[in-house]
Nanobody, 126 residues
Framework: QVQLVESGGGLVQAGGSLRLSCAASGRTFSMYVMAWFRQAPGKEREFVAAVSWSGTNTYYADSVTGRFTISRDNAKNTVYLQMNSLKPEDTAVYRC???????????????????WGQGTQVTVSS
């Protein structure tokens, strides 16, 4: 069972930046699409970004396009989320997740992600 551990969250002022990291255990990290999701209080969990197993392709929610960048380092078993120009509405718990299928061709749907980290809190003050 893969373990995912997020880090890098915190409190930041609007317009600021944070970089989240998600470290994965095991030897199969490079075979899977990885994604970031977030959930704000009282709201449903939503997709933020995903990166293909090779790192070549990236996918973003409209709300973060142009501000967030997802990347991965397969040698370090780590996926990152660089968040710039943060807004108060970005406040949420951010969780990384691994797709269920190796070498999947796209980001899939939320239900396709079967391994989840515990999450890291991001708070953006106005």
């Amino acid at each position: 069972q893969v373990q995912l551990v997020e880090s890098g969250g915190g409190l930041v002022q609007a317009g600021g930046s944070l970089r989240l990291s998600c470290a994965a255990s095991g030897r199969t990290f490079s075979m899977y699409v990885m994604a970031w999701f977030r959930q704000a209080p009282g709201k449903e969990r939503e997709f933020v970004a995903a990166v293909s197993w090779s790192g070549t392709n990236t996918y973003y929610a409209d709300s973060v396009t142009g501000r967030f960048t997802i990347s991965r380092d397969n040698a370090k078993n780590t996926v990152y989320l660089q968040m710039n120009s943060l807004k108060p509405e970005d406040t949420a718990v951010y969780r990384c997740a691994r797709h269920r299928s190796p070498f999947n061709g796209g980001p899939g749907k939320e239900d396709d992600y079967t391994n989840w980290g515990q999450g890291t809190q991001v708070t953006v003050s106005s």
